[in-house]
């Protein structure tokens, strides 16, 4: 990611979040609240083209679902949930080097489900759509038995 691609979004606000595992080798993934929501961005980089010369697929959804995810948890106040489906719209390619952003919204919760959709964009121009299935864990999964 280029110099003046991270001074821009810092300087509309963008944090970079604090992650490991999976997203800490795909992102860096930024993030910053517009009002009560949460939205979260990522930039294309060398490491996510796809054979096209594009962005792999697999990022966008991976941002689609981690971003969701996440806003779910957040305004659910729920710690633990778990995909259970995501059905996911490609409208467009993304780029290298293109700032994609996902502004995750909650349709519905229930007791036991939490249903979100996000577009991911570009310049304010749709790339992907999202709706997600969330399941609320109620007990912790530990690491599975050697």
Known sequence: MSDAISAALKADGWTIMDADGFINLVGPLWQRMNGAAPEYAIVGQDKHRNRRGVVQGGLLMTLADR???MSARFLTGHE?????????HF??????????????RMVRSTK??????TEVTVENHCVVTVQ???KVVRKEVGPAPS
């Open 80 to 88: 633990t949930l778990a995909t259970v489906q995501m059905d996911t």
């Open 112 to 117: 036991s489900l939490i249903f979100m959709n």
């Open 67 to 69: 971003t969701c995810g």
């Open 132 to 134: 997600g299935v969330f």
């Open 91 to 104: 409208v467009d390619a993304a780029r290298i080097g293109d700032v994609m952003i996902s502004r995750p």
